[in-house]
């Protein structure tokens, strides 16, 4: 188990030299691809179950659409509505 971890450690490592250097060559779309994987690999190596992940979004969901109904006043007030933002779990 630890030839595994410390394998997608170094792999993880690399992609994130990658990702820099890619920002740095004004590569940003494919930089954000880049990081879903560098998401992926540090999701591995924490042991960060599909629940939590799904709890986390749930709760950042929440306070998202509490914030927003909070903010309803100054909306109406001429500020711009901000869009809804949904996040979906894909495994």
């Known amino acids: 188990m630890a030839q595994f971890e410390e394998n997608l450690r170094a792999v993880l490592a690399t992609l994130e030299e990658c990702q820099a250097s890619l920002i740095m060559n004004g590569d940003r779309d494919t930089a954000r691809l880049l990081s879903v994987a560098i ?5 591995k190596l924490h042991g960060i179950e599909d629940s939590d992940l799904k709890a986390l979004c749930d709760a950042m969901l929440r306070e998202m659409e509490s914030a927003s109904t909070s903010a309803a006043p100054k909306e109406q007030q001429g500020a711009r509505p901000r869009p809804p933002v949904s996040l979906k779990l894909v495994k």
């Open 39 to 43: 998401l992926e690999l540090r999701i």
